[in-house]
């Protein structure tokens, strides 16, 4: 996922510079690692506001997946990547955009909703399916485009939904290579690999 604007504790209700420190602070260090005196501080708050916001850590998890969802969204869908007439120039455009944004500190670059879903899906099953539903939700963003670029091809297979989510499954798996030691060359090496994979479905030379 994308790289939101940095938390701004001078500005804003507590509740949004709460989640803005939580997004920022468990993709550094994971949500376990993460502790609500170090989110409060990080936030300019209170613990007092905190719990006044949120009933518990878990409750701060859940909503942090559904900030991070609807704050992307909102990045990707001003993205310039829609901009092509062509449905498939712009699947490429999104892929682009995506490659474009790996750079700076492994958080700043990386997902919320994937750093989250890996460490609690076992533990803590409401945050994995709040960032289940964001992780989806912005695969699905992509699944009219890549209709139409297979029905302008006359391609039947794969079906847009599965190529959708295909290209989320690499792009997470592009940033656990690089948190694992690959650095930004790995996430980049991955979505290259991604984009000939769609240019040879589509027969489009890259």
Request: proline share 4%; hydrophobic share 50%; aromatic share 8%.
């Amino acid at each position: 996922m994308p790289r939101p604007t940095r938390q701004s504790p001078e500005r804003g209700a507590a509740r949004l510079r709460i989640l803005e420190a939580a997004r920022d602070v468990i993709r550094a260090k994971g949500y376990a690692a993460t502790s609500v005196d170090e989110i409060c501080a990080r936030a300019g708050v209170t613990k007092g506001a905190f719990f006044h916001h949120f009933a518990s850590k878990e409750a701060l998890g859940v909503a942090a997946a559904e900030f991070w969802g609807c704050s992307t969204g909102a990045l990707f869908a001003s993205a310039p990547y829609h901009a092509p007439e062509d449905p498939l120039d712009r699947v490429f455009a999104y892929l682009a955009f995506r490659r474009a944004l790996i750079g700076g500190a492994l958080w700043e670059w990386t997902c919320l909703a994937g750093t989250m879903a890996e460490e609690v899906h076992a533990t803590h099953p409401a945050i994995a399916d709040a960032c289940g539903a964001a992780i989806f939700g912005h695969a699905a963003t992509l699944e009219a485009d890549i209709a139409a670029a297979m029905a302008a091809g006359g391609i039947d297979a794969p079906d847009a939904p599965s190529l959708a989510r295909h290209t989320q499954a690499v792009l997470q798996g592009a940033f656990v290579m690089a948190k694992a030691g690959g650095g930004e060359a790995a996430a980049r090496e991955a979505i290259d690999h991604l984009t000939r994979y769609v240019a040879l479905i589509f027969g489009r030379e890259t």
